[in-house]
């Protein structure tokens, strides 16, 4: 069989059992209290090169007989998608226990593109770009497996190697969405905290009289 066809038989196999089990058991949503669940960024990210990335395996598996060595920069890859799911979701876990903090994941989902680039302030930049990088990314890698099934004897290089300034990039990327989601439910609870100021309309009209 023409191991095109078997990539993207698999990965599309694989995208439905993600999408059944997100619908069945949240498996790309956010930890929340609300009914329709929103879907979280770094669960996202990690199927997304889960993925690509298996189902080049399993094509060269089947195509080869043979099991391929993954090369260091995919490793790293797949270190920093599940590294920000674990901060995610460490994140997550904290805020839970804080009464007091007003979580906008527990806010109604309103679409995977809009729930993964907004914060509790609506759609934000630093988001944007992280998502924006990992679909570039993520489409050139399929591109470029693609390209190499049919053409490459080396089974260890069918899958490409990101160079170094690139995952430093997507690093970098990952490493602000963490550092701004940390404290972005406190920075809620602080604004929600400050004493409201009220006009006191008795000294303001005593005054006028006076």
């Not at 498996?27 to 879907?39: G, T, W």
């Amino acid at each position: 069989m023409n191991p095109i066809v078997i990539y993207w038989f698999t990965f599309l196999i694989l995208l439905a059992i993600v999408l059944y089990l997100d619908r069945k058991h949240n498996l790309l949503r956010d930890a929340s209290n609300a009914i329709k669940k929103p879907y979280s960024f770094s669960r996202v990210q990690l199927a997304w090169w889960m993925i690509i990335i298996l189902s080049a395996f399993i094509t060269i598996i089947i195509s080869n007989n043979a099991i391929p060595t993954f090369r260091e920069s995919t490793l790293i890859l797949l270190g920093i998608s599940s590294a920000t799911t674990i901060s995610g979701r460490l994140t997550d876990l904290s805020d839970q226990k804080d009464n007091t903090l007003t979580r906008h994941q527990d806010d109604e989902s309103d679409g995977i593109i809009i729930d993964i680039i907004s914060d509790q302030n609506g759609a934000s930049i630093h988001r944007l770009q992280t998502v924006l990088f990992n679909i570039v990314f993520g489409i050139w890698m399929i591109v470029t497996v693609l390209k190499n099934l049919p053409a490459s004897s080396d089974i260890n290089a069918i899958i490409p190697d990101i160079s170094e300034n690139n995952l430093v990039l997507i690093g970098l990327s990952s490493a602000t969405y963490v550092a701004l989601k940390i404290p972005e439910n406190k920075a809620t609870q602080n604004k929600d905290s400050q004493p409201e100021v009220v006009n006191d309309e008795s000294k303001m009209d005593d005054s006028a009289k006076g």
